[in-house]
């Protein structure tokens, strides 16, 4: 037999050998059951927390938020009385056009608007009434719930409830009443000596005149009515937020508005800062007539 013979003859016998072999059956993987599964985790030695343990972790974030809130709160109060500050620089801007556009004088009390305290937000309106959410101080923008149309340290008054300007507009800061110019002919504004009344920004010690502040009224003129201590013009609350009536002038700006027995005033020099109610009673000179007393 030829070489060439052989190899043919052996590789027949190869083929025939390869079919001969039994077919191995493809078998789909085993699914793991629910017992398998748990079988297997357990070998990961998972362990979950206990009770002690997770009590532990709630008094921890406990404690961590009674630390923050206190902080979170005194800041908020703190953006809101920079705001408040804004909101002055603003008027101060609106207080030194109107007196710029007239000499250098401030408004005088009109006879027909039937709350004259509140007279200067008729003779400003032109200036703001673009910009009327600076009214009101970012401590104080609600309504007093009482439902009065007086405010509070925290609240609202009511502008105009009377007379031919009726706007019932809100606000939270107010006027120092003893700036005021008389009309040609007067000797009295709000029933006391014209001379007591500045009138103009060409004055003296500007920088401790108070021009307006955070208030629970539209405006004020405090004062020692007949040299009596006790005058209802002149004396404190007796709690804060107390409202006697309009005529307790002290009162509508002894108010604890932005923390430490403070409220935010506007100054005759256009300056602003923070006022502690001693500097209201004792430091500021809201009339001329303190210049005799």
């Known amino acids: ?143 007093h719930p009482a439902g009065g149309s007086w ?3 925290f609240n609202t008054y009511v502008m105009g409830t009377g007379g031919i300007y009726d706007w019932q507009e809100e606000g939270s800061y107010g006027a120092n009443c003893w700036l005021y110019s008389r009309r040609p002919g007067q000797d009295k504004i709000q029933n006391r000596p014209v001379k007591w009344n500045w009138q103009t920004v060409d004055v003296k010690g500007a920088n401790k005149i108070p021009v307006f502040a955070d208030t629970m009224w539209r405006g004020g003129g405090p004062f020692y009515m007949d040299g009596n201590p006790q005058s209802n ?7 804060h937020g107390q409202w006697r009536g309009a005529g307790y002038e002290m009162s509508h700006f002894c108010i604890d508005r932005h923390g430490g027995g403070t409220v935010n005033s506007l100054f005759l020099d256009w300056s602003i800062r923070k006022v502690g109610l001693k500097g209201w009673l ?10 005799e007393l």
């Open 1 to 143: 037999m030829s070489a060439d013979a052989r190899t043919m003859s052996t590789k027949k016998q190869r083929s025939l050998s390869i079919l001969q072999m039994p077919l191995k059956q493809n078998k789909a993987p085993a699914r793991l059951t629910t017992q398998s599964r748990f079988c297997n985790l357990s070998g990961l030695h998972l362990k979950a927390f206990t009770l002690i343990e997770l009590l532990v972790v709630i008094a921890i974030i406990a404690l961590l938020m009674g630390i923050l809130m206190p902080a979170l709160a005194r800041a908020k109060k703190q953006a809101r009385a920079a705001a408040c500050q804004m909101n002055l620089h603003q008027w101060s801007t609106i207080w030194a056009m109107y007196c710029q556009d007239n000499n250098g004088r401030f408004c005088m009390e009109a006879d027909n608007v039937g709350w004259p305290r509140g007279n200067w937000i008729v003779v400003l309106r032109p200036y703001y009434q673009t910009r009327s959410g600076i009214l009101t101080c970012p401590m104080a923008t609600k309504p």
């Open 151 to 153: 405010g509070g340290p």
């Open 233 to 239: 013009r002149i004396v404190p609350p007796e709690y």
């Open 282 to 291: 004792y430091t500021e000179r809201l009339a001329r007539m303190d210049e």
